[in-house]
T-cell receptor, first 115, second 116 residues
Framework: DTGVSQDPRHKITKRGQNVTFRCDPI?????LYWYRQTLGQGPEFLTY????????KSRLLSDRFSAERPKGSFSTLEIQRTEQGDSAMYLC?????????????FGPGTRLTVL | AQSVTQLDSQVPVFEEAPVELRCNYS??????LFWYVQYPNQGLQLLLK??????LVKGINGFEAEFNKSQTSFHLRKPSVHISDTAEYFC??????????????FGQGTELSVKP
């Protein structure tokens, strides 16, 4: 399978715990994006990387959120001190830097439930 | 900045009937336009995209969309729907500025429910 993969697919945690999600993009896609999708809403942009550099962060990405892409391949998204409002689907997408259009390829998402 | 409005949150339709899902956008710069589909508990799959040229764009699964610049709309249509088309549909835009981030701005989604 050469698509975008995310792990885990589901995560249930208690309020105040830390969680970490992983995204493996399509090989040779050097741009990687994170989005958050709450129930009944469209995905909202969180941040993106070009290779290992984090080039843009949304104001939605509070200081409890941190994302990394240390070797320019897979990426992790960590949420510290989770709150119930963090419950959402977290989507990862990737694309080549040079693209005639901005089509992004999405993974299946990680659904987070904070109790 | 860009914004996307999907005018219908839910669209119920009978099998084999035609359907139109409406999308309007706002942007101060030129944009690319997309429609994505999301089946339950899955990620997003691209249905079609508009870059330039012909304003009628054909996508997968028999869907098509028409770009209307004067009305800033990009409505999605299918002449005859199937039960398997039941899903959430998202309209999205991305700016055309070279070497910018290319993030997608999504609408709120339209839930298409096809009934037998």
């Amino acid at each position: 399978d050469t698509g975008v993969s995310q792990d885990p697919r589901h995560k249930i945690t208690k309020r105040g715990q830390n969680v970490t999600f992983r995204c493996d993009p399509i090989s040779e896609h050097n741009r990687l994006y994170w989005y958050r999708q709450t129930l009944g809403q469209g995905p909202e942009f969180l941040t993106y990387f070009q290779n290992e550099a984090q080039l843009e962060k949304s104001r939605l990405l509070s200081d409890r959120f941190s994302a990394e892409r240390p070797k320019g391949s897979f990426s992790t998204l960590e949420i510290q001190r989770t709150e119930q409002g963090d419950s959402a689907m977290y989507l990862c997408a990737s694309r080549p830097q040079v693209s005639p259009y901005n089509e992004q390829f999405f993974g299946p998402g990680t659904r987070l439930t904070v109790l | 900045a860009q914004s996307v409005t999907q005018l219908d949150s839910q669209v119920p339709v009978f099998e084999e009937a035609p359907v139109e899902l409406r999308c309007n956008y706002s942007s101060s710069v030129s944009v690319y336009l997309f429609w994505y589909v999301q089946y339950p508990n899955q990620g997003l799959q691209l249905l079609l995209k508009y870059l330039s040229g012909s304003t009628l764009v054909k996508g997968i699964n028999g869907f098509e969309a028409e770009f209307n610049k004067s009305q800033t709309s990009f409505h999605l249509r299918k002449p005859s729907v199937h039960i398997s088309d039941t899903a959430e549909y998202f309209c999205a835009v991305s700016d055309r500025i070279y070497n910018q981030g290319g993030k997608l701005i999504f609408g709120q989604g339209t839930e298409l429910s096809v009934k037998p």
